[in-house]
């Protein structure tokens, strides 16, 4: 994929913590109260706990455990803002503009950000060829392997072209001989990063997995082996990506993680485990980066799900595949992510992989839905002031609760307008005003629920 090298990446820590409603956090365990008064002081505890309460404090011991596992923190709910058919598509990659280069076979299409196709040509290929489709720029990049029969060479060409199909040139950084290779390399996945570089991935156990070069085809550096071990790959493709900031990060399908390298190949840390439940993958295959230089992982397994990772290997939100009225797409492997520059997220689905047929795919673009972007609260003349920003391209309305345990506090309607903010002024109803004139300080959640998309909830402190 494309990075955003033009783009303003700001820092991954200092984001508010909000979590997803769906799925609900866990109900407050049995065994556990909370209590609004100041604590007392601790006392060591005096003889051996009775039979009668131990019941209370496992269940106590396991509420905690749920609730350290609780859903992932995300910084807003995603709204489908379009989606357009692109059938058969293997391949796809997003400009920073939000142009859209799609593959099928050997033949490409470049779509403008309203999802009109705009060109469509064809290049060299045939059923053996492994290819890799990314842009730079007003340019397309393809790499492609195939076999040179006449000198038994394995081949491995780079070449650009303009938008509209105009071969510019091609350089070939590999020209191996067959024999000597154990099979055939297999370069499939390609990412360009801020500087131009090639990154390239081979699933050949006698080539380091991902290839670096230049715009000028001349090697860069080459890194990760075949392995189950730090920095090494299983005999399955691995895809890679760039965050446009000095690192690499690329699947293991073999081994249900990613791993993340410097620009230069060290390799700096690893992530995940097979399973289907949040954190974890089956068969991880597209990633990408986004503007910030977060992670997304999507599985080959069709689990229909994106997951959203800080660099870290933070998890961060799972990001549900969009179904289409009378299309199983929804339920089809996802086989393109990428970011425009406004930040809205690309999913490509096809099931030219999955079965062969080439009937059948779409691209769905997502936007951020409004977020909650107060850090703190205060009860003032009988108001609660809640500020909403819309990100997205579209105006943003839908409800705003306050919470406080189980007690609505207040609620109120919204509408803001596209890349703005407001405040949303809550009116408590008569409970809620009881309820906050017992203390100075409380602890609450304010539940943003949009007319479309998901519910989200912040837990803030309110003070009057």
């Known amino acids: 994929m494309t990075t955003h090298d033009d783009d303003p990446v700001g820092a991954v820590a200092d984001h508010d913590p909000v979590v997803a409603v769906a799925p609900?956090?866990?109900?407050?365990?049995?065994?556990?109260?909370?209590?609004?008064?100041?604590?007392?002081?601790?006392?060591?505890?005096?003889?051996?706990?009775?039979?009668?309460?131990?019941?209370?404090?496992?269940?106590?011991?396991?509420?905690?455990?749920?609730?350290?596992?609780?859903?992932?923190?995300?910084?807003?709910?995603?709204?489908?803002?379009?989606?357009?058919?692109?059938?058969?598509?293997?391949?796809?990659?997003?400009?920073?503009?939000?142009?859209?280069?799609?593959?099928?076979?050997?033949?490409?299409?470049?779509?403008?950000?309203?999802?009109?196709?705009?060109?469509?040509?064809?290049?060299?290929?045939?059923?053996?060829?492994?290819?890799?489709?990314?842009?730079?720029?007003?340019?397309?990049?393809?790499?492609?392997?195939?076999?040179?029969?006449?000198?038994?060479?394995?081949?491995?060409?780079?070449?650009?072209?303009?938008?509209?199909?105009?071969?510019?040139?091609?350089?070939?950084?590999?020209?191996?001989?067959?024999?000597?290779?154990?099979?055939?390399?297999?370069?499939?996945?390609?990412?360009?990063?801020?500087?131009?570089?090639?990154?390239?991935?081979?699933?050949?156990?006698?080539?380091?997995?991902i290839q670096r070069f230049n715009r000028a085809g001349q090697a860069v550096s080459a890194f990760g082996s075949t392995g189950a071990g730090p920095g090494q790959f299983g005999r399955t493709l691995p895809h890679v990506a760039s965050d446009g900031k000095g690192h690499v990060y690329a699947t293991d399908p073999a081994g249900d993680r990613v791993e993340a390298f410097t620009s230069a190949g060290a390799f700096v840390r690893s992530w995940g485990q097979s399973g289907t439940t949040p954190g974890k993958f089956r068969s991880p295959n597209e990633i990408a980066t986004d503007p910030r230089g977060d992670v997304w992982v999507a599985d080959a397994s069709g689990t229909r799900r994106v997951q959203h990772f800080r660099p870290d290997g933070r998890l961060v939100e799972v990001v549900e595949v969009p179904e289409v009225a009378g299309s199983t797409s929804g339920d089809l492997p996802v086989v393109g992510l990428g970011f425009d520059r406004a930040g809205r997220l690309y999913i490509a689905t096809s099931n030219a992989i999955a079965s062969g047929s080439l009937s059948d795919g779409n691209l769905h673009v997502l936007s951020q839905g409004p977020t909650i972007t107060s850090s703190s609260l205060r009860y003032r003349k009988g108001r609660i002031a809640v500020k909403v920003r819309c990100p997205g391209s579209s105006a943003c309305s839908g409800t705003v609760k306050v919470k406080k345990g189980t007690t609505v506090l207040g609620s109120r309607s919204y509408k803001v307008k596209a890349g703005r903010s407001a405040t949303v002024s809550v009116k408590p109803g008569s409970r809620g005003r009881r309820s906050l004139s017992r203390l100075r300080k409380h602890q609450v959640a304010v539940v943003l629920a949009p007319k479309s998309g998901a519910s989200i909830t912040k837990k803030l402190t309110l003070r009057r």
């Open 24 to 209: 609900r956090a866990p109900a407050r365990p049995a065994g556990l109260s909370v209590r609004h008064t100041r604590p007392a002081p601790a006392r060591r505890p005096r003889g051996r706990t009775t039979r009668r309460s131990r019941p209370a404090i496992a269940a106590g011991v396991a509420g905690v455990a749920a609730l350290l596992v609780a859903a992932p923190a995300a910084d807003a709910a995603w709204q489908q803002e379009r989606t357009w058919k692109v059938p058969g598509v293997t391949e796809t990659d997003v400009a920073p503009s939000g142009e859209v280069i799609t593959r099928k076979r050997g033949e490409v299409k470049h779509y403008a950000p309203d999802g009109k196709q705009v060109h469509a040509w064809s290049f060299p290929w045939a059923p053996t060829v492994t290819v890799g489709v990314a842009l730079d720029g007003d340019e397309v990049v393809i790499v492609s392997d195939d076999v040179d029969l006449d000198d038994s060479s394995f081949v491995t060409t780079l070449r650009t072209y303009a938008l509209d199909g105009k071969l510019l040139g091609d350089v070939r950084p590999f020209v191996r001989d067959v024999e000597n290779l154990g099979g055939d390399p297999k370069a499939g996945s390609l990412d360009i990063d801020a500087t131009g570089d090639r990154y390239y991935s081979i699933a050949n156990p006698s080539l380091p997995s």
